[in-house]
């Protein structure tokens, strides 16, 4: 019986580029004991089937610097500086010689040897990594954008314009270093989510008729350990409670907005912050089957399905160079066999080459997108990559997350309901006094309504706090117990009428504490998420900009959800839902509606971010690891921005088509000037430098788009 196939996961460092990848793919499968490898240069991982040892792997990839971890490992990767780069070195080199050539220009004239020197080494630097592609793709008859490049510098060089080639391989050379610099932000996301969980724990293991305690880091930690969380820790892994009671804030997996009491038998989560009490946990996962451990999954198969697809541009030059050197070929040629004047028709098929030179093809995409990226930047906007802005345009629906998102993500008061006798400023001063010795975020709501109401504190007493039910202390003579109703209904008699008044509450999601005073109760509280300010807004601007469908994801309870959804005049919402749901509802939108985006903010909306056509992340209240996997972040945590967004996304696109479309057309109304030939060198630069001038003063217009959805 032949025996299973390893197959093992590996984590790779600088792995710069999609070819640098295939290559690298390539090498590995070459290795005898390889029986296949697939490469995730999204997540920058590495699969491999067979017996293979980590330096086997690094050897195959010594081309490109490639460094190697076990998937399981937690390696510190160095992150190397933006302007430690080598590609960015030499574009900011590039840059350098650029200005000096025009410097020299001014000086001198155009002609000079000194300029053309200068824009001359500005070529060689920046474009070294384009040339040496170039020409191999050339040799090879292969034309994909870097043979684009070096036919348009060699076209320009030809002709003298030398500034001109300097310009375009230093713009090359910005957008090749922006790309790398998206793709370490994109890996970032899988780094933050490793992070959420400690990398080690204190367990309980039995040793005879004795427990011994040892702390041990989490891949060895088996299912059966008893984990140990004291108050203030992060759990490490999965597992169900056997002692203890304590509010545990599982947001980072659930996305609920308020901590949740756990006690004797109930489910807990790796990352999750025990806030209160000591709990005893017996795991029930091993940390790479762990809920995060899926999260981390999802994610990286979310970047691996959602590889860039080839620009228009590229996959045109594929058609469009050849055919412009065959046509300028055939111009040189053809004509002198039939009729002679063999000087008069080379010159006139060098002006077709330099018609042909793809300049203003080249930056016709690039130029638009980075001015509006730079735009969006200004506008408190992080817009990832192009590819994001391109696709934010064609987005059909949209899915919101609750909390942090439509939400202010903190609780606060929102009513005081008190005993006749009893005003609602001195309950709320009883109240805030006992609760100023939690930690709890519904007392930090309370303490919050205290002080924007200018009421002064009042002094507790004999402090108690009671796990998972409330707290009580002597306050101004009386005895005052705050907690939640199910023991308050142990204190004091509830009638009718009050339950009647809690269940009102409870429909409105809201969270409901209960205050007795010596065995009468006094008071109740609701509190409860708030909605923004600008939400109602922002959806009334996306149904105007019309998006077809909004619906709003959570984690959070039916009750809640529906209530948030009601103020928001949401129609389709989905509550209660774990990341896996999150993703799947994402999926079965996408199928339905195509393009969809999501918003959120938390660790648990990652997997749908990333599974989004386009993810948004709200920058302000964001978790890392949701604004790393995300595409596009609203820094100030402003969902105004995004109406804004996706109009800006629309304007780009369509100044992109019309940049082809200039390009295109004029150079082919320049072609035509070939048939009673009186195509000239100057008519094919004034066409190729005017297309160019076209193409970038047009994509010049985004700088100015701020406010697109006004007039909608």
């Not at 430690?84 to 590039?94: P, Y």
């Not at 088996?222 to 597992?239: F, N, S």
């Not at 204190?491 to 009428?497: I, P």
């Amino acid at each position: 019986m032949a025996a299973t196939p390893i197959k093992q996961e590996y984590r790779l460092q600088n792995l710069s580029c999609a070819s640098c990848a295939a290559k690298f793919e390539k090498n590995v499968k070459a290795i005898p004991e390889v029986q296949d490898a697939q490469v995730n240069f999204g997540a920058s991982k590495i699969t491999v089937i067979g017996a293979i040892s980590v330096d086997q792997i690094e050897e195959a990839g010594a081309f490109d610097g490639i460094k190697v971890t076990e998937s399981a490992a937690r390696a510190l990767e160095r992150s190397t500086p933006f302007y430690r780069k080598k590609e960015n070195i030499l574009a900011g080199i590039s840059l350098l010689f650029v200005m000096l050539g025009y410097v020299f220009a001014a000086l001198h004239e155009e002609t000079h040897p000194l300029p053309i020197g200068m824009f001359i080494v500005a070529i060689l630097v920046g474009g070294i990594g384009i040339f040496k592609i170039g020409f191999r793709n050339l040799a090879r008859f292969e034309f994909d954008m870097k043979t684009l490049m070096t036919i348009a510098i060699i076209g320009a060089a030809i002709i003298g314009e030398w500034e001109e080639a300097a310009v375009v391989v230093f713009l090359f050379a910005v957008s090749e270093a922006l790309e790398a610099y998206s793709m370490d932000k994109a890996r970032q996301s899988i780094r933050g989510l490793m992070d959420i969980t400690p990398p080690t724990a204190i367990i309980k293991r039995a040793h005879g008729e004795h427990f011994h305690e040892l702390e041990l880091p989490t891949e060895d930690i088996e299912i059966g350990d008893i984990l140990i969380v004291k108050p203030g820790q992060k759990i490490a892994m999965d597992g169900v409670v056997i002692s203890g009671i304590s509010a545990v804030n599982q947001a980072a997996i659930t996305g609920e907005s308020i901590p949740v009491n756990k006690t004797v038998n109930d489910e807990v989560f790796a990352g999750t912050l025990n806030e209160e009490g000591a709990l005893e946990v017996r795991v029930t996962k091993r940390v790479e089957d762990t809920t995060i451990a899926k999260i981390i999954h999802l994610v990286e198969e979310a970047q691996a399905e959602k590889a860039p697809s080839q620009q228009f541009v590229d996959r045109f030059a594929k058609y469009y160079t050849p055919a412009i050197m065959i046509v300028a070929l055939l111009v040189a040629v053809i004509p002198p066999l039939l009729v002679g004047d063999w000087q008069h028709w080379i010159y006139q098929g060098l002006a077709v080459l330099v018609v042909g030179c793809p300049c203003a093809l080249v930056v016709s995409t690039p130029v638009a997108i980075v001015t509006a990226i730079g735009n969006a930047a200004r506008q408190g906007v992080l817009i990832k990559g192009g590819i994001h802005l391109e696709q934010l345009g064609h987005i059909e629906a949209i899915a919101f997350d609750k909390t942090g998102t439509l939400t202010k993500g903190q609780p606060a008061v929102t009513d005081i309901l008190t005993k006749d006798g009893w005003s609602e400023d001195y309950v709320l001063q009883l109240v805030a006094a006992v609760e100023k010795q939690s930690q709890h975020p519904l007392a930090k709501a309370i303490l919050n309504l205290l002080h924007n109401k200018n009421l002064p504190e009042l002094i507790p007493t004999e402090f108690q706090s009671v796990t998972g039910k409330g707290a009580y202390a002597t306050v101004d003579n009386h005895i005052i117990y705050v907690g939640s109703m199910t023991w308050m209904a142990t204190l004091a008699t509830v009638d009718k009428s009050i339950e009647n008044q809690v269940q009102q509450l409870q429909k409105q999601g809201k969270t409901v504490v209960a205050v007795v005073c010596q065995n009468e109760l006094i008071g109740l509280m609701g509190i409860a998420d708030q909605v923004r300010d600008e939400s109602k807004n922002v959806l009334q601007k996306l149904n105007a900009l019309k998006v077809k469908h909004i619906v709003m994801l959570t984690g959070d309870a039916e009750p809640t959800a529906q209530a948030i959804a009601k103020s928001l005049a949401i129609t389709d919402v989905h509550a209660g839902l774990l990341p896996e749901e999150k993703l799947m509802a994402i999926k079965d939108m996408h199928a339905q509606f195509g393009a969809v985006a999501m918003v959120g903010d938390g660790v648990n909306d990652a997997p749908a971010l990333a599974t989004a056509n386009v993810g948004i992340a709200m920058g302000g209240a964001g978790t890392d690891a949701a604004l790393e996997t995300a595409d596009i972040a609203l820094m100030g945590d402003d969902l105004t921005k995004l109406p804004y967004t996706i109009g800006l996304s629309r304007k780009t696109l369509r100044i992109i088509k019309e940049n082809i479309i200039f390009a295109l057309v004029l150079k082919l109304i320049a072609l035509l000037l070939v048939i009673p030939g009186w195509l000239t060198l100057w008519i094919a630069i004034f066409a190729d430098m005017g297309a160019t001038l076209i193409v970038v003063f047009n994509s010049l217009r985004l700088i100015k788009v701020k406010k697109l959805v006004k007039k909608a």
